[in-house]
DNA sequence: ATACCGTACGGAGGGAGTCCCCGGTTCGCG
DNA sequence: CGCGAACCGGGGACTCCCTCCGTACGGTAT
């Protein structure tokens, strides 16, 4: 539905870059960067930056797609892997070091764990996430890790909320560890 | 050391206009709520905000001082009337309430459970809320609801990530007493 | 009761930012 | 090589923050 023409070469140029530049500043200084700033910094101007995105949120979810689906990829190698008590609390960790790293990608993930009762449109970002907390709870619930009473959202979000509190400590990976531990253990079967 | 002189009658007036008008409207857009609009709402000129209070953080917590002492006596009244493990997840649900209803007051306790390693000065609201953990956390800790290695502070920062969680569900209060029962269950002693 | 002094007020105004649009210009596909 | 697609970057309309300074009013001393 979308691209219903290839690009012409400048364009791609620009739409990439512009990507970089964006998932840059968005680590950096979270969802409010600036965009006249992020067109400036790719060397493009303001217009072409709201032609390819045509609002911040777009731009933001297009900067950090790859990562997603990335971490949903990540999802299944962990599964390979490891059993899948362990499989779970390693990928959960995963994705709070990168919400807290990459305050952009926090922002976004947050939305797509967000509630869809008011027929908001699930996003890309969102299915892929939930799509892999899935598959990883279910095998968790199997081997006896998790209690099946527990949503797999639920649990995103709690990991969500273990990132916010981790964030305030300031203990970096070690204090998320920690909380993570004793929010798995509460989950047991 | 504050309040060398009685303020006229007008300053008084002002201020304490500004105070409930701040806390309403940091309750509804948060920590960023438009200071020229506050000042509007309570009939003064912006200059006369400043005056008052220097910086957006001044007034954010001087809205909500009172709210956090409340709070914070509210932790003894619980202590009184209900078991320790009970007063304490109680306590936990009403600070998460308070959280998510009043937006800004959410962000103020948010920094009030910071880490305070680089010498950052400890604000009131700081102290209070982590008085009363202590107090709480002790009795628990005491009846075995809580382990032992549980720091007080690290409860409350859970608490707070445990408000984040149940916001993106946005279940409301039955949400927030699942995450917590589901956390609680995992610091036993 | 009144006159004086200084505190506190109001709101205009400059600076910074954001979002979005527009007109002329350049690029590159066919 | 021509023409349409895409670009550039400045500017307008807005919002917000914060400072400044002439002015008005409250409190007090007479």
Redesign the pocket.
């Known amino acids: 539905m979308t691209q219903v023409?290839?690009?012409?070469?400048?364009?791609r140029r620009?739409?990439e870059r512009l990507l970089k530049v964006a998932a840059e500043a968005f680590a950096e200084h979270g969802e409010?960067?600036?965009?006249?700033?992020i067109a400036k910094r790719a060397?493009?101007?303001?217009?072409?930056l709201?032609?390819?995105f045509?609002?911040?949120r777009a731009l933001l979810e297009a900067a950090y797609v790859d990562r997603v689906e990335g971490l949903a990829r990540r999802a299944d190698e962990l599964a390979e892997r490891l059993p899948p008590g362990e499989a779970l609390t390693e990928w959960l960790y995963e994705l709070c070091v990168g919400t807290i790293q990459v305050r952009g990608l926090g922002s976004l993930l947050g939305s797509a764990m967000a509630g869809t009762e008011g027929g908001v449109t699930p996003t890309v970002c969102g299915t892929r996430v939930r799509g892999a907390a899935e598959r990883l709870v279910s095998a968790a619930r199997g081997s006896g890790s998790v209690r099946g009473d527990v949503e797999p959202v639920e649990l995103l979000r709690l990991a969500y909320g273990v990132a916010g509190a981790a964030e305030l400590g300031g203990g970096g990976g070690a204090s998320i560890r920690r909380y993570l531990t004793l929010l798995m253990e509460g989950l047991r079967g």
Do not use: F, I
């Not at 023409?5 to 364009?11: E, H, I, K, N, V």
């Open positions: 023409r290839a690009m012409r070469a400048d364009a620009n739409y409010g960067a600036s965009l006249d700033d060397g493009v101007g303001s217009g072409t709201y032609r390819h045509p609002t911040r």
